[in-house]
């Protein structure tokens, strides 16, 4: 997700200050993405800069509120509006980790790969029981985070699992020679051999 659009999203709410901002973003995804406050003051002032928020006047406690501009919601609809490609998402670090780990010598893959099964069935385990901890209506914007988290974990399991499958079939020397398969015909030969000593 975009700090910078998802902040421009809770000014659209209101006049919030830094630790407003802060709080309510991790009450919208249900604290599953802790944000630091320098990312926060790091990210108005680029917004400030690009003409997207504006401060306000401090307040008496010196707290300094910002309220979101009409080219700052203009970007925001924008935002709402185009679909996330996965261009735009960062690296898997997972997959980049497996396939180096299959050309690093001395690695275990397979330990690799099992223990990141291991660790991600727990956090499975973990979110699943959060998600199922309340269903009050206003839980539904950090539920619906949870589960899109559920998801990706459960298919990254299921990945996991391919991957293991597939250091099966293509272990270092390839799996072990087979026998050649039979043509149809020598299929069909052996058949009706068969045939005729039964009855005999």
């Known amino acids: ?10 000014l659209e709410r209101g006049q919030m200050y830094g630790y407003q901002l802060r709080a309510a973003f991790e009450e919208s995804t249900g604290s599953t993405w802790p944000l630091n406050i320098g990312q926060v003051y790091t990210t108005l002032a680029r917004l400030e800069r690009d003409g997207l928020v504006r401060p306000l006047p401090e307040s008496e406690a010196g ?7 009409d080219a700052g919601r203009a970007d925001l609809a924008l935002w709402f509006a185009t679909p996330i490609s996965r261009t ?5 670090e997972l997959a980049i980790k497996l396939a180096l780990a299959l050309t690093t010598p001395g690695v275990d ?5 099992q223990a990141q099964r291991s660790a991600t069935m727990r956090a499975l385990q973990e979110l699943t029981r959060l998600k199922y901890g309340s269903d009050r209506p206003e839980d539904l914007p950090w539920r ?4 899109s988290m559920v998801f990706q974990a459960e298919a990254e399991v299921r990945w996991l699992d391919h991957c293991e499958s597939s250091l099966v079939r293509h272990q270092p020397g390839g799996p072990p020679p087979q026998p050649p398969r039979p043509t149809a015909g020598e299929v069909s030969d052996a058949a009706r051999w068969a045939d005729q000593e039964a009855r005999r």
């Open 88 to 92: 735009d998402r960062p690296r898997d």
């Open 144 to 147: 619906l985070v949870l589960d």
């Open 109 to 113: 893959v397979r330990s690799v790969v």
């Open 1 to 10: 997700m975009s700090i910078r659009h998802g902040l421009l999203a809770l």
């Open 63 to 69: 707290q300094r509120p910002y309220e979101i501009t």
